[in-house]
């Protein structure tokens, strides 16, 4: 009988689903809402394509960390605020487009459902600018890839290291001369059923009909720096979401959403998998000034590989880019250096917020001795 990795290991990042030549593995949601394989036995060949697959069962090699993280921004002032850094996964993905290749990236769709897919216009580009912490599930598109690479055409993939692991890997015996692969500094992933679930209770919370949330944003494109706030638009009007609204993000950047294999993140090293990182590079100017305006976002690069390099060189022209130095990458992306520590309320957390409303949520998690004592001291010294 085949064995996948064990449930806590796995990352969800569909490569035994899309290496089965009998589909005898479907991507199923666990008691919290991540998606993990199952194994039909009743139709499984045991050919064993899943388990080589397998990035956690067979660990990819990663490659040396760049010498200088690279501080850039776009020149074009129209990608830029358009993103949720510096613009620099558009810049790529038009390269990509004008030699006739394919591009994936992630897209939420109006029922907030989070995927991946392929755009072979720049026009298809658009709904996959910008940050969402929402686990992606990349769906049938490791196949996809495989087929474009067989045609010869040029393939740029991105998504969180681990999905990038899971590609490298499921392709291991194909050419792989014409993909490239972007890899994000990635904090964590959430499960697409949280976030769904987050929408629908926010709706309830504010008298809305869900289906009249528009356009979510995860951050704020138009000043980059000023703090991570959910955003949705009603009747034309963008909506800011502030305490218990924005629970959401709330959760998510104190680390209590995550997927279990997050908390031992085997990525999250200066050695990266992918051809090319990004990521925002925030502090920068901590360690030295940085000469361009960064109010509209700042990208972190590292070209790792050959291929990243000449992705760089491609896009050099169109931005403005300074070398910068790893003690100031590190300063504010821990991410880089090592994986998320598990919150001890992150189970309470996750079984509050499918459970309970948002309000009760915030308090259970929030409002402890210590966080009403630090709103009190907050006050006394704005007196």
């Known amino acids: 009988m085949i064995n996948l990795?064990?449930?806590?290991?796995?990352?969800?990042?569909?490569?035994?689903?899309?290496?089965?030549?009998?589909?005898?593995?479907?991507?199923?949601?666990?008691?919290?809402?991540?998606?993990?394989?199952?194994?039909?036995?009743n139709i499984c060949i045991e050919c064993h394509q899943c388990v080589k697959s397998c990035p956690v069962l067979n660990p990819i090699s990663k490659h040396n960390a760049v010498q200088h993280p690279i501080a850039a921004i776009s020149k074009d002032k129209k990608t830029l605020i358009k993103s949720s850094s510096g613009g620099i996964f558009s810049l790529?993905?038009?390269?990509?487009?004008?030699?006739?290749?394919?591009?994936?990236?992630?897209?939420?769709?109006?029922?907030?459902?989070?995927?991946?897919?392929?755009?072979?216009?720049?026009?298809?580009?658009?709904?996959?600018r910008g940050s969402k912490y929402v686990q992606s599930n990349t769906k049938e598109t490791f196949n996809a890839v495989k087929k474009h690479l067989k045609e010869g055409k040029k393939v740029l993939y991105s998504g969180t290291p681990c999905q990038?692991?899971?590609?490298?890997?499921?392709?291991?015996?194909?050419?792989?001369?014409?993909?490239?692969?972007?890899?994000?500094?990635?904090?964590?992933?959430?499960?697409?059923?949280?976030?769904?679930?987050?929408?629908?209770?926010?709706?309830?919370?504010?008298?809305?009909?869900?289906?009249?949330?528009?356009d979510p944003k995860f951050r704020n494109y138009l000043k980059w720096d000023?703090?991570?706030?959910?955003?949705?638009?009603?009747?034309?009007?963008?909506?800011?979401?502030?305490?218990?609204?924005?629970?959401?993000?709330?959760?998510?950047?104190?680390?209590?959403?995550?997927?279990?294999?997050?908390?031992?993140?085997?990525?999250?090293?200066?050695?990266?998998?992918?051809?090319?990182t990004i990521a925002d590079f925030w502090g920068?100017?901590?360690?030295?000034?940085?000469?361009?305006?960064?109010?509209?976002?700042?990208?972190?690069?590292?070209?790792?590989?050959?291929?990243?390099?000449?992705?760089?060189?491609?896009?050099?022209?169109?931005?403005e880019y300074e070398l910068r130095d790893w003690d100031e990458a590190f300063k504010v992306n821990h991410q880089l250096y090592k994986s998320t520590k598990k919150p001890a309320?992150?189970?309470?957390?996750?079984k509050l917020l499918y459970h309970r409303p948002l309000l009760y949520t915030y308090i259970r998690i929030y409002m402890t001795p210590r966080f009403i004592l630090r709103i009190i001291k907050n006050k006394i010294k704005k007196l």
């Open 284 to 319: 920068i100017g901590t360690r030295t000034p940085f000469l361009h305006n960064v109010e509209n976002g700042c990208s972190l690069i590292l070209p790792n590989t050959k291929k990243g390099e000449v992705l760089f060189k491609a896009i050099s022209p169109m931005i």
């Open 345 to 350: 309320k992150r189970d309470l957390a996750i």
């Open 92 to 128: 790529l993905a038009q390269w990509i487009l004008d030699l006739g290749g394919v591009v994936y990236g992630v897209v939420m769709d109006e029922q907030f459902n989070v995927f991946h897919q392929e755009a072979t216009t720049i026009n298809a580009i658009s709904p996959m």
């Open 164 to 214: 990038i692991a899971g590609l490298r890997q499921f392709l291991h015996n194909v050419n792989m001369e014409n993909l490239y692969c972007i890899d994000i500094v990635c904090h964590g992933v959430p499960a697409n059923k949280m976030f769904k679930t987050y929408i629908r209770k926010l709706a309830q919370r504010k008298h809305y009909h869900i289906k009249d949330i528009k």
């Open 5 to 41: 990795c064990i449930q806590s290991d796995c990352t969800g990042c569909g490569a035994c689903y899309n290496s089965c030549p009998k589909h005898a593995i479907s991507m199923i949601e666990d008691t919290y809402g991540f998606i993990i394989p199952q194994i039909n036995h």
């Open 226 to 276: 000023s703090g991570y706030n959910f955003f949705y638009t009603i009747d034309h009007r963008e909506n800011i979401c502030h305490n218990v609204d924005n629970l959401y993000l709330s959760l998510f950047l104190k680390s209590y959403i995550y997927r279990e294999s997050c908390y031992h993140c085997t990525y999250a090293t200066p050695e990266r998998v992918g051809d090319i």
